[in-house]
Antibody, heavy 119, light 107 residues
């Protein structure tokens, strides 16, 4: 059974960098059929797709966040990570990691972690 | 970006009711669409993939249909555990985009 678990600071100061890691179990992050992504949900709002990475390091980012986002992969630890720079209160959200399969459908999600941007 | 709209934005229904939620894409997305159920404080759960395929383990009262720009999620007989918010996701064109959600609550 695939499991994804987000970890990282729950509080980030404005203008700082949000950093999260997703630990994957039950599948290899080096799988040739999977892409590994991030999605966020502001409190009481809908879902926003942030981007994804392939095990080779190939990425695609949402243009709305592209200038501030970096997604990286650590195949040795079966993890991938999200960095979002220059954060503001608008970046306060629950951040989910997820697996994309097939024609990029999302089939599994982590439980999500709330990140609050505040001084 | 492909814009996804959902209707209705919310609905009230009773246990046993048939419920239909519609998702429309601003341009054709073939059948590259999934439906997700989200309960408060939880991650979304995939119900339907490729517009009409039932995710393993999901009750058969859920079904999906459509292709191109118009898609439908149907719950044939609403159960107490189905009260939740439902989202569609298009993964045909970048950036992938979600519908705004449909909240289903108890009448």
């Amino acid at each position: 059974q695939l499991q994804l678990q987000e970890s990282g600071p729950g509080l980030v100061k404005p203008s700082g960098t949000l950093s999260l890691t997703c630990s994957v179990s039950g599948d290899s992050i080096s799988s040739t059929t999977s892409f590994w992504g991030w999605i966020r949900q502001a409190p009481g709002k809908g879902l926003e797709w942030i981007g994804y990475i392939y095990y080779s390091g190939s990425t695609y980012y949402n243009p709305s966040l592209k200038s501030r986002v970096t997604i990286s992969v650590d195949t040795s630890n079966n993890q991938f990570s999200l960095k979002l720079s220059s954060v503001t209160a608008a970046d306060t959200a629950v951040y989910f990691c997820a697996r994309h399969v097939g024609t990029y459908s999302i089939d599994y999600w982590g439980q999500g972690t709330l990140v609050t941007v505040s001084s | 970006d492909i814009q996804m709209t959902q209707s209705p934005s919310s609905l009230s229904a009773s246990v046993g009711d048939r419920v239909t939620i519609t998702c429309r894409a601003s341009q054709g997305i073939r059948n590259d669409l999934g439906w997700y159920q989200q309960k408060p404080g939880k991650a979304p759960k995939r119900l339907i993939y490729a517009a009409s395929n039932l995710q393993s383990g999901v009750p058969s009262r859920f079904s999906g249909s459509g292709s191109g720009t118009q898609f439908t999620l149907t719950i044939s007989s609403l159960q107490p555990e189905d009260f939740a918010t439902y989202y569609c996701l298009q993964h045909n064109s970048y950036p992938f985009t979600f519908g705004p959600g449909t909240k289903v609550d108890i009448k």
